[in-house]
């Protein structure tokens, strides 16, 4: 178990781990971030480059109560490391702590890999001293500082691993040294960046098991259109593969999923063996999620009681799900909040999703959709694609905001369509005109197309004049 009383680091611990220059004091330190904004008393400010220059900030970091800083050239202040190169230094360090937990895993996905990292995480939580991955810490600065977090006496720890170039995931993967690695899905995500389209988008997912220590085991989503060039890259990797999925065959295996008011219940067979479980999330893509965590659990040596109590109780994540009943004149609806991303996979499912959900006395199952980025010349065709699915879910009422949404709006029936403005926040403007009482409400859509806008404003329309909010959290709130 950690120790409360070891600190993090030490400033010669953190000279040794990168082969700096020690100026000043052998210190103590806490913790470690980039953002002298965040910085607490016995942090270590790290004076990355970026748009301004770190060295610009360690004076204040200082103030703020930084016990030391890494830096590439002098800064006054306080005790410094003196590196060649601070982004460098920080891998460096990422490295030193990664032996710090006895089993790693990492988490890698076009959809849900958050929401998968956090679920394996509250397994860890339950089998002794974890460490993970927060918010989507997941690119080149993200991964090597998680690593570097770690605290001593660490015994299993989860990482999180994305991308929006090829090339990236490998690097990445090999700083952690999982021993256990999953792709949770392949789809059009960042897809602009490769030539082959999703086939690109693939291979580079399933780079994450280059990095696997030897032994490792890759966790392949057998049902994903790309599976076998997954499968590919881990048994390339000489990875042991574990697979989940819905056809016979698969180690664990999705037969039944009902959703409830209070989640679902998931009945599966995990090697031949018929399991039945409750989860808290209601989302139709959470089944094949939960035999992800699962399979990653067992690999890091977690019963299998331990990891259906976890997926028990891990509830949806900000802008990842939550559900939150909203009171308004004349009854209350349901909201799903689904801002934080999207692409045209998690729209699908999210349409599914919405499809089963029943709704209240003369409600509606309305969406409400921001554009869809980084899709380069795919963007028509994945945004007018999304028609078909909203049919087949059969939903009532689409209003969409933003110029690649127009396609949407034109490509439905006129019954479904609701209204379309320029951007979510002229949408969020008209939040009251968007729902009535008995409905379920989904917002979606990519994080920098500002879908939380509109749910933010959906929410607000259950603030009373005196600053109450009645609103209901229907789901609990997101476990992290």
């Known amino acids: 178990m950690p120790d409360a009383h070891t600190p993090l680091w030490t400033a010669e611990a953190i000279a040794s781990a990168t082969g700096g220059q020690l100026h000043g004091p052998d210190v103590p330190v806490s913790g470690l971030t980039y953002n002298s904004r965040e910085i607490q008393p016995g942090d270590l400010f790290l004076a990355l480059h970026g748009a301004r220059d770190g060295h610009e900030f360690a004076e204040a970091a200082f103030a703020a ?71 989507s810490y997941n690119n080149h600065i993200g991964v090597p500082l998680t690593l570097a977090r770690m605290p001593q ?61 030897p032994g490792g085991i890759a966790v392949v989503n057998a049902a994903d259109a790309h599976a076998d060039i997954v499968r590919q890259g881990a048994e390339k990797a000489g990875a042991v593969v574990r697979s989940f999925g819905h056809a016979p065959g698969c180690d ?33 893509h959470w089944g094949l999620n939960s035999l992800c965590v699962i399979l990653m659990l067992q690999a890091l040596d977690v019963s299998l009681e331990t990891a259906l109590q976890a997926l028990a109780g891990f509830q949806p994540l900000a802008g990842r799900g939550q559900m939150r009943t909203v009171a308004i ?55 007018e694609g999304l028609a078909p699915a909203i049919a087949a ?49 989904m917002v979606k859509g990519s994080n920098g197309s500002k879908a939380s806008l509109v749910a933010a404003a959906l929410a607000k329309l259950g603030v009373t004049e005196q600053g109450n909010n009645p609103s209901s959290s229907g789901a609990p709130r997101a476990t992290r």
């Open 65 to 135: 109560g930084a016990t030391v800083a890494l830096v590439d050239r002098l800064v006054e202040g306080g005790p410094y490391v003196l590196v060649p190169d601070t982004l460098k230094g920080l891998e460096a360090l990422g490295v030193a702590a990664r032996d710090r937990a006895r089993l790693r895993g990492a988490v890698t996905g076009s959809v849900g890999k958050t929401s998968v990292t956090q679920a394996i995480k509250a397994g860890l939580d339950l089998a002794g001293s974890s460490h993970a991955s927060i918010k």
């Open 153 to 213: 006496g660490t015994d299993r720890a989860v990482f999180e691993i994305g991308m929006n170039h090829p090339g990236e995931i490998g690097p990445l993967s090999a700083f952690v040294r999982p021993h256990a690695a999953c792709v949770t899905t392949v789809g059009p995500v960042h897809i602009e960046a490769f030539a082959d389209g999703e086939a690109g988008v693939a291979r580079e997912k399933a780079a994450i098991f280059e990095g696997l220590a």
């Open 252 to 284: 664990a295996r999705l037969l039944d999923f009902v959703a409830d008011s209070e989640g679902a219940t998931v009945t599966a067979e995990l090697d031949g063996r018929r399991i039945e479980y409750r989860l808290a999330q209601s989302g139709v």
């Open 329 to 383: 004149p004349g009854g209350a609806f349901t909201l799903i909040d689904e801002s934080y991303n999207a692409n045209s996979l998690s729209m699908k499912a999210g349409f599914a999703s919405l499809g089963a959900k029943p709704v209240g006395p003369g409600g509606r199952r309305v969406v409400v959709l921001s554009d869809m980025l980084e899709l380069g010349e795919h963007s028509r065709a994945l945004h």
């Open 393 to 441: 879910a059969g939903l009532d009422l689409v209003h969409t905001a933003g110029p690649q949404m127009r396609l949407l709006h034109e490509a439905l029936p006129p019954s479904l369509r609701g209204q379309w403005r320029e951007t979510a926040a002229e949408l969020a403007a008209e939040a009251a005109s968007l729902v009535r009482p008995g409905d379920v409400v």
